[in-house]
């Protein structure tokens, strides 16, 4: 994608292997490795004896047998989930079935607007519709466990019902796929906003915490600075839009193609939702203009061209 950010692509820990990164923090990585989860999605187990499980992961029979066994003689107290995407909440509903424990997210999956007329979601596949937590979380509740607590922090942008996971007394934070130390994450529409997920980064720039553990990869070290880049990546796509359309007018693939130069052919569509993404935000602030609401269809023109 860009080089300006300083990402960090070393994870080495191979499916089904628990690991204890601190004191009372194990993960464990899901083989659902791709091009949005990396090597595939970490789960973390939080706790010693009665324990939480943060993001159970895809419905993966064997990743969930694995979670279950590396918990075995343990108690699972609270499930907590940072956002309704496939590859983090669907195993809740069965780490819940075999543990009894109650469910914590910010609430069931959905949209960051209201849909345009016509519009679906564009990335069905990536959200978990059945998902409904025991207890809702909002902004800076505080969950209280036996030797731990967490502090939920509201993270909308990949998903409008991100939430990141501050481990109370500790320089950590559980940050989803909000912000990660290999890539950044899609922000693609309707699920995504990028004005709620550029709030979200400058959010996480004013707290302290300075080693986030993500949803996919390696740990973020030296955070606070990391996200600052993240703020400047996207800032610096936006200019390159706006650039683009000051030549005239375009439509989406034609700005993936002058923008997004060597992109892996996968991530064709989700670069043009993430780009319809930055339009929205554009049009909303008045720099950018097009017919109707913002569509991947649209053709997009700068306000005074
Ligand atoms: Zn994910």
Redesign the pocket.
Same mark, same amino acid.
């Given at each position: 994608m860009s080089d300006d950010i300083p990402f960090d692509k070393s994870f080495d820990l191979p499916p089904g292997r628990i690991e204890e990164v601190r004191p009372g923090v194990r993960r464990i990585l899901c083989n659902n490795p791709g091009p949005?989860?990396f090597k595939g999605?970490v789960s973390y187990i939080l706790g010693k004896g009665r324990v939480a499980i943060i993001d159970p992961g895809p419905l993966d029979e064997a990743h969930i047998a694995a979670l279950l066994d590396a918990v075995r003689g343990e108690t699972v107290t609270h499930i907590l989930v940072t $956002?309704t $995407?496939r %590859? $983090?909440s669907p195993a809740a509903a069965h780490v819940k079935a075999a543990t009894g424990a109650p469910t914590f997210g910010e609430g069931p999956h959905r949209a960051a607007r209201p849909l345009n007329i016509g519009e679906g979601p564009r990335l069905e596949s990536s959200g978990d519709r059945e998902f409904r937590p025991d207890n809702a979380l909002a902004d800076g509740d505080v969950v209280d466990g036996d030797g731990w607590a967490i502090e939920a922090v509201a993270t909308p942008g990949h998903c409008a019902n991100h939430m990141a996971f501050a481990l109370r007394g500790t320089d950590l934070l559980f940050s &989803? %796929?909000h912000v990660m130390a290999w890539s950044t994450?899609v922000v693609a529409p309707p699920d995504g906003s990028m004005n709620d997920y550029m709030a979200s980064l400058e959010k996480l720039t004013r707290r302290s915490e300075t080693t986030y553990f993500p &949803?996919?990869g390696g740990m973020v070290k030296d955070a606070p600075s990391f996200v600052t880049h993240y703020i400047r990546h996207r800032r610096a796509r936006e200019q390159s839009i706006l650039h683009q359309l000051a030549k005239g007018e375009a439509d989406i693939p034609a700005l993936v193609r002058a923008i997004y130069v060597g992109l892996d052919p996968r991530l064709t569509k989700a670069a043009g939702l993430s780009v319809l993404a930055h339009l929205e935000d554009l049009v909303a602030r008045g720099l950018v203009r097009t017919e109707g609401p913002p569509s991947p269809d649209g053709v997009y023109r700068c306000f005074d061209g």
């Open positions: 949005f989860t999605t $956002h $995407h %590859d $983090h &989803g %796929d994450p &949803g996919h």
